[in-house]
């Protein structure tokens, strides 16, 4: 039992006059997994038992969006609470990219220090480190990173697992770092004599790159980005779960007597997907499937631990995902191949970086025992609400410090609110704005279509306009044939783009 203290919320239980103690938060935050690769989203060939416990006793939500449909801006929403589209710069970060969130600003691991929580980021980071890109010092401790802009404590993977540096960083220094072999970094230009993907391919012993991904060789696969030195630190691909989610134990093991924010931005089913031997051969839809059923492994662990801590109860967990799934993204490791019939995106059209609905609408779950109306939720809800929900949880005003595109959903995310939000903006290519009937999809000159990546983009020189209610699948634009609608979606969204301009945060 933790410590009555200054973290009293203050509310009363009235039945057995307990005060109800803020609650731990755990936000699972998985990479690349779609709105129908978890069993409970009604996947049948891989099962995520773990995941869909927590969604049988909490609240599992059908209308749940990632702020974009790629890592970095989806991530900067979430952690910022301002769409990631007004700002530049928070597209997909290189691996050498500086930390893109300005220390000065207020962010959700600072909002929630402010209400008395002790604060964690392990794994997937993807928003930069270190003052300028290109000019980290990878064998010093490298900042601003994630303490500077609110976390007490941090293990996470320098950027992404197919972008170099290809190693930990606790504290943001580099893990297992040997001073006379020190990391050497470049998105400019290879290291002479060292090997790459492109020029030795006979070093590609665990993967291969379909497309890109050619550069540094590291464990037998090659990476975005050249590498020198570190090969003490480097990092093993079939380990790197093993080694977040021991990190993200440890962190609730070392902290159970207070309260807690614990942010776990899960590798997995991010390229390049290699997961451990354990978990190969699971699915039959080779390491794609096997990584969804290692993410799963994961959430299992950090439910153990809650339970093992006696804090499960009190702690408010969050599983959602960054962005919409894709299938091949540029390892050769036959998800293509064997997908047959699972469907990652559900019943939605496009994907990880696309403007139609499968690039943001994402798996989202809220568990926090006896404080959910448990069940499957309509309601419309984004991850751009993080800061304003948990601040509204855990009672900070936010009215004079901060004014952004966060709004409270607490009873909405609790599963009591059937509404949510009435709308969304969203940005992949093109700005989309998404009511709980339509989607409105800005007119772009982007590409139609990724083949790379078989991916539908969403961008149309002409404005599309979907019916949600009749035809979720985004499949008959009706923008003709409903001027109204149009007119008043765009004009929602020029009023968007205009807010907080200029505004230095
Ligand atoms: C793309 C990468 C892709 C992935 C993505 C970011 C190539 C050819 N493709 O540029 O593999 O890393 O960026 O994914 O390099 S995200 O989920 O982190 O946003
Ligand atoms: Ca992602």
Known sequence: MKKLSTYLSGSLVVAGLVAQEKPNIVLIYADDIGYGDLSCYGATRVQTPNV?????????????HSAAATSTPSRYGLFTGEYPWRRKGTGVAAGDAALIIRPSRYTLPKMMKEAGYITGAVGKWHLGMGAESGKQNWNERVSPG??????????????????????????????????????????TRNFPGEPTGKDNPELLTKLKPSHG???????????????????????????????????????????????????????????????????????DMGHRGDAIVQFDWSVGEVVRALKEAGIYDNTLIIIT??????????????AVERLR?????????????????????????????????????????SQIDMLGTLAELTEI??????????????????????????????????LTVLTRDWKYIEPGTGNVYDPSTNTELGN?????????????????????????????????????????MGLEL
């Open 52 to 64: 869909d416990a927590l969604a049988n006793k909490g609240v599992r939500f059908r209308n749940a």
């Open 146 to 187: 994630p303490a500077e802009i609110g976390f007490d404590y941090s293990y996470i993977m320098a950027a992404t697992g197919d972008r170099v540096p290809c190693v930990f960083m606790e504290n943001q220094r580099a893990v297992g770092l040997e001073p006379n072999d020190p990391i050497e970094v470049s998105y």
């Open 213 to 283: 991904h050619d550069m540094a060789v590291v464990n037998g696969i090659s990476r975005i980005g050249f590498m020198k030195g570190g090969n003490s630190a480097r990092w093993q691909d079939e380990n790197i779960a093993d080694s977040i989610t021991v990190h993200a134990v440890r962190f609730i093991e070392r902290n159970k007597d207070k309260p807690f924010f614990l942010y776990f931005g899960t590798n997995d089913i991010h390229v390049p997907r290699y997961p451990h031997e354990r978990f190969r051969g699971k699915t």
């Open 321 to 334: 995902s960054d962005n919409g799934p894709v299938v091949d993204d540029g390892y050769a490791d036959k």
């Open 341 to 381: 019939n699972h469907k990652p995106w559900g019943p939605f059209r496009g994907g990880k970086y696309s403007a139609f609905e499968a690039g943001t609408r994402v798996p989202f779950i809220v568990h926090w025992t006896g404080n959910v109306r448990t069940g499957v939720s309509k309601a419309l809800v």
């Open 397 to 430: 005003d936010l009215s004079e410090a901060w004014q952004s595109d966060s709004q409270k959903q607490l009873s909405a995310w609790l599963g009591n609110d059937p509404k949510g939000r009435d709308y969304i903006i969203g940005a992949a290519g093109s």
């Open 460 to 500: 149309s020189v002409k404005d599309q306009l979907y019916n949600m209610v009749v035809d979720r699948g985004e499949y008959e634009n009706v923008a003709d044939e409903n001027p109204l609608a149009v007119k008043f979606l765009k004009q929602l969204l020029e009023e968007e783009k205009v807010k907080g």
